[in-house]
């Protein structure tokens, strides 16, 4: 991982991107219940709050270690999100 900009930019891509996602489906099925598609959209918010705060915070020991567990995490929640996108019906 080249910065800490670096994964903040990551951050926000991925879960932009599984936003929209979720934004293009509700699109394509306009008679569909969004009530499960906006949980998802709440979760991935949380998640991107969660994460910042994790990357933002200072008392970290091992700092290339805590910043690569962060990266793991979002990789981690961003393949959990995405396959409740993918179970949307």
Do not use: C
Request: aromatic share 6%; proline share 1%; charged share 30%.
């Amino acid at each position: 991982m080249a910065n800490i900009r670096d994964l903040k930019k990551d951050i926000n891509y991925v879960l932009g991107d599984i936003i929209e996602a979720v934004y293009l489906w509700e699109l394509t099925n306009p008679g569909k219940e969004t009530k499960n598609s906006q949980a998802i959209i709440d979760e991935a918010i949380d998640v991107f709050d969660e994460l910042i705060v994790k990357v933002n915070s200072k008392n970290v020991e091992n700092s290339k270690q805590h910043f690569k567990g962060v990266n793991q995490e979002l990789e981690d929640k961003g393949r959990v999100l995405i396959d409740k996108i993918n179970a949307l019906s």
